[in-house]
């Protein structure tokens, strides 16, 4: 099996920056992209950043500029730091990751973590 744990989240006032990280683990062959989602009370989830394996990055225009997202292949990590905070920002992050568990497995499989807290107070 594979597991995607995030990790960062917490309370942190308007302006200021926090970074979140996602770790998979168990079977994996590769992990192909991985993005953070975020999902505001009521709303929907939706997309915020995702970087390919080689690196190659995308970002919701809601937080370009504001937002980085970066990877450690070697240990298996996405990284999201995020600066000049808003209330708006506050949501529930997600990490995703398309893991190939196989040299078989061509395509690789969504896996999702449980989701991070990001409140954005005074």
């Known amino acids: 099996q594979v597991q995607v744990a995030e990790s960062g989240g917490g309370l942190v006032q308007p302006g200021g920056s926090l970074r979140l990280s996602c770790a998979a683990s168990g079977s994996i062959f590769v992990i192909y992209a991985m993005a953070w989602y975020r999902q505001a009370p009521g709303k929907q989830r939706e997309y915020v950043a995702r970087?390919?394996?080689?690196?190659?990055?995308n970002y919701a225009d809601s937080v370009k500029g504001r937002f980085t997202i970066s990877r450690d292949n070697g240990k298996k990590t996405v990284y999201l730091q995020m600066n000049s905070l808003t209330p708006e920002d506050t949501a529930v992050y997600y990490c995703n990751a398309v893991v190939s568990r196989s040299q078989a497995d061509y395509y690789g499989t969504d896996y999702w973590g449980e989701g991070t807290l990001v409140t954005v107070s005074s």
């Open positions: 970087i390919t394996a080689s690196g190659s990055t």
